[in-house]
């Protein structure tokens, strides 16, 4: 039986890979509604990517700024 962290870490890449594709298919689908909108959440998938090169607690770190000014400019209602 694999350890908890292992779970824990396989967990953590499905759930990245999920919110990438979702990020990627919202981005897609605003493209022609708002540019700057779409921009945004191409920006929060390029950096939520799996294949990016960025550390978890920056990682972490960068996508709570995003969502948290996506709160403010109103992108989140």
């Known amino acids: 039986m694999p350890k908890p962290k292992v779970l824990l870490d396989l967990l953590e890449k499905a759930v990245e890979i999920a ?10 689908y605003k493209f022609d ?11 929060l998938a390029a950096i939520i990517s799996p294949f990016s090169k960025i550390d978890k607690p920056a990682k972490r770190t960068l996508l709570t700024c995003g969502f948290i000014g996506g709160i403010l400019i109103g992108y989140f209602h």
């Not at 919110?19 to 897609?28: M, N």
């Open 33 to 43: 509604i708002d540019v700057m909108e779409a921009t945004f959440y191409l920006l």
């Open 19 to 28: 919110i990438f594709i979702g990020l990627i298919i919202l981005a897609i």
